[in-house]
């Protein structure tokens, strides 16, 4: 395996490629101390904005009840927050599932 090759195509990849392959990445992986916890990676956008504090929006797949399939060159621009755990989250997709909780979210 060269290291230097994967990380060339991980940077080839759209936004919304790397989000679909990341989750498909991390989806058998726990990160739990202990058994009987729950514990995942999610991915997460980090920006800040001049004299703004950082913010920080968790990146969310689309609800596979709500749509098959998205183009590669989808812009995360939808963006919402979790109505069971209260994170902001941002996606492709207005209908979303969110990647801390697994709740439907909506956003606009």
Not at 11 to 20: A, G, I, P
Not at 43 to 65: H, R
Request: aromatic fraction near 12%; hydrophobic fraction near 35%.
């Amino acid at each position: 395996m060269n290291e230097s090759k994967i990380i060339s195509w991980i940077e080839s990849l759209t936004d919304k490629q790397f989000v679909d392959f990341f989750y498909r990445a991390v989806a058998n992986r726990s990160t739990s101390d202990l058994p009987e916890w729950s514990g995942h990676f999610v991915l997460a956008d980090a920006e800040k904005v001049t004299d703004e504090p950082w913010d920080v929006d968790f990146i969310a797949l689309p609800d596979p009840n709500e749509y098959e399939e998205w183009v590669d060159n989808a812009p995360i621009c939808q963006s919402g927050n979790c109505p069971t755990c209260g994170n902001a989250v941002r996606s492709v997709a207005k209908h979303v599932v969110c990647p801390v909780c697994n709740s439907i979210v909506y956003c606009t």
